[in-house]
């Protein structure tokens, strides 16, 4: 009788060994999240009564400004490091113009003086893009149905100024404008604020997961048409990375992938062959998904530490998520 060749040959490698118990897991575990390596992302709202949930991201609210300042401090007390301002503006106050953007006194720069004048030592990141204040909730101005790109650039500029001077730590280009990053570097280096950080959205694809987003900041029944022209076709590789090495380029310090999960392929990529710091955005669709899936029974919450682990196993240094205050909390 020849020998079964399924179990003759006994396995050299045994790869069960090293799981047996939980402190050689603990051991061996190659991959390691802690709060450090969250960004809070947060929706501050200058509409009277719109400081509530958002029906499409259960469990995730806006703030007025006064609620940003005891956000930050409970952020503090989980050690999140940062915190990403997004503003949900008056509706009345949204113009093809855009001048809100540029404010000081608009309900983002509000925001970041709050957080920091409540955590003088947390780090504030804004998003720099006109969806916020445009009544066509495009993320650049809209001429004859095309969004122009030098145009939109110098509003950007005009943007990070008044970010930097409302006391931003890092800028977040979110536009996907060419030439911003050199731009907007080029400005905050003539106005002194040589310190300010930039992290570009730099892999930023044209995706279905910002829905729920759009709804936060309101921008989502003036969306007239979509993000095409700018933002990256979900099935282009080669020039998401183009995009990484052009604003690493033009002065960025950092970069991000967006959305995440889907795109941890490129985030992988950008790591190993920028070696960057390399952020991604676990988006709202996503946390929509995996919130929903959860509340529904359909998954267990263990998922949501799992996803972010993936984020870091796939090369990411930090991981902009509406789960940060839980996952901190989770970790402490
Ligand atoms: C604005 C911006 C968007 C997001 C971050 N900044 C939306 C968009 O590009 O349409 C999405 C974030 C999320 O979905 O959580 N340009």
Redesign the pocket.
Known sequence: MPANPIIAPFPQTRLRRLRRSPLLRDMLTETTISAANLIW?VFVTEVEGADCDIASMPGVRRYTVDGVRAAAEHAAGLNIPAICV?PHSDQALRTESCERAWDPENIGNQAIRAIKEAVPEMVVMT?I?L?PYNANGH?GIVRNGEIVNDETVECLVRMALVQAEAGADILGP??MMDGRIGAIRAALEQHGHQGVAIMS?AA?FASG??G???DAVG?SGRLIGD?KTY?VNPANREEALRCVARDLSEGADMVMV?PGMPYLDICREVRDRFGAPTFA?Q???E?AMIEGAVRNGWLSRDVVMESLLAFRRAGCDGILT?FAPEVAQALA
């Open positions: 992302p997004f998003d893009a969806d993320d979110s536009d959205y930023k997961f910002y729920p987003f759009r921008a993000k933002q967006k955005y988006v709202s669709g946390y509406y």
